[in-house]
């Protein structure tokens, strides 16, 4: 029995994958990889060096925002890859993602940070579902959607 643990991608359907992955990565505090054998000098865009990489390659232009990626700086979050489908979304999440935004916190503190969170969240395109309060199982928590309907909780 194989019991090596597996890295996990996250992957989004989304009508526009880099518009959704820019939210994520603000959200998250995630950042865009370097295009395959691309070294990024210091402060470059790496949107840009995405760009110049898909027109020298062939891909049309039109096809250029048929996926996008994100990963944590640090290498310890899962990578979120979002990829353009035409339908829309018609239901809810079967999966989604939880925003640790508070852990440790209870009562009034909890929620006052889970509201701040929340505002900088709606300042960055997220709606706010609703709040849920503390009952015995939960400490609280807000649901929210992300600028394409995706649901999330703030936790």
Not at 18 to 31: E, I, M, Q, T
Not at 56 to 71: H, K, M, T, Y
Not at 134 to 142: E, K, M
Request: proline share 9%.
């Amino acid at each position: 029995m194989n019991t090596k643990s597996r890295d996990i991608q996250i992957t989004f359907d989304a009508h526009d994958p880099r518009a959704l992955s820019s939210f994520w990565r603000d959200a998250l505090g995630y950042c865009y990889p370097g295009p395959p054998g691309v070294e990024l000098p210091e402060g470059a865009d790496p949107l840009a060096a995405w760009d110049d990489f898909l027109a020298q390659i062939g891909v049309p232009e039109e096809q250029r925002n048929a996926r996008s990626a994100v990963e944590d700086p640090d290498g310890q979050g899962p990578r979120l890859f979002f990829q353009q489908v035409p339908e829309d979304k018609v239901a809810k999440n079967r999966v989604h993602l939880d925003i640790r935004a508070a852990p440790g916190l209870q009562g009034e503190e909890r929620m006052a940070a889970l509201e701040a969170e929340c505002d900088r969240l709606v300042a960055l395109g997220a709606t706010r579902v609703r709040r849920d309060e503390a009952a015995p199982l939960s400490p609280g928590h807000i649901v929210m959607t992300d600028p394409e309907g995706n649901e999330f909780c703030l936790d």
